[in-house]
């Protein structure tokens, strides 16, 4: 069986659930747990995400509030990370600016970035496979100039079609991870990624995730949405930041970490990704309010960027912090 829990409002609505076959297992009137069978939708992730997640039950003028504040998946249902988090800290550099850089652009961005001491980097979500700097050609720069011990996820979102031949030829071509962004992409991108064995590991960004996460009346919190991202193969997930310029609240950050590294059935846990507004000198405190635990990627933007000594010493000065 799928459980959902849902905070409702006016207290005691819960007949809105009877035409997705749900079945109310339990609530106190303000909340609502409602189980639904498995055969419904199956690894469908769409369709749960339809019906679910962010379905018509949010729509009707009868409800006042109905927020998914839970959301508990048959074990093995999806597969969850193909490699997980480790027990370390890294530091990593989001490309930027994140566009108008050409393919050499890149690379340097890349190569100042581990010669700091990085050990990620990626590509902005903004960014696809422009003609002034194509997926292919980006890739192959950077390739050359970084080592094995550096993940590189290029951006493959873009067209559904050849989602996965953009996956392909990234990898071939020397990249060592993928973003993709799957509420703009759709989550089942982010699943056909995974269950591809592409031997990398899988970045998943929450573009578009925002106007669900801060609604704080309808829709799936944050929490549920990176355990989602979770159990459909993210290796990395977006957490958020600690008085960043990110929305969430401290707590929802800690929300965030938690989903992505406790207990969710056999799937491993991800790597819990830190940023938003971040600079080299608030690394330490990302992970001192994280509570100090591993399983932690603090990404370095624009702040980085533009510090007086350059990115390397920018990167370097973040990385000896910890």
Known sequence: MLRATYEVSPPGS?????ALRGRVVGGD????????????????????VAAIVAGEVMELGELA???????????ELLPGPAFGAGAGVTV?????????LAPAGVAEVARAAMAGGARFVKDDETLGDPAWCPLAERVRAVARVIGPEVVYCPNVTGPSLTLL???RMAVDL??????????????????????????????AHRAGSGPWA???????????????????????????????TLFEADEEVRANIGAAHGPC????????????????????AQVDAAGGAGGLLVLLGSRAHADPAGLEAAVGRAVRSL
Do not use: H, M
């Open 14 to 18: 819960s007949r809105a659930f009877g």
């Open 29 to 48: 009137g303000s909340t609502v747990v409602v189980e639904f069978p498995d055969d419904n939708w199956g690894r469908d992730v769409n369709l749960l």
């Open 65 to 75: 509030r109905c927020r998914l504040i839970d959301l508990e998946l048959p074990d």
């Open 92 to 100: 990593g550099v989001i490309v930027k600016p994140p566009l108008g």
């Open 165 to 167: 031949d953009r996956a």
């Open 174 to 203: 020397g990249a060592s991870g993928l973003l993709v962004d799957p509420f703009a992409q759709g989550l089942d991108g982010l699943l056909a990624l995974r269950d591809a064995g592409l031997g990398v590991p899988l970045f």
């Open 214 to 244: 801060r609604n704080p009346d309808f829709g799936p919190t944050g929490a549920v949405l990176a355990r989602l991202l979770r159990l459909c193969g993210a290796d990395y997930v977006v957490a958020g930041g600690f008085g960043g």
């Open 265 to 284: 059935g056999s799937a491993r846990p991800a790597v819990a990704a830190l940023g938003g507004g971040l600079g080299p000198d608030d690394v330490r």
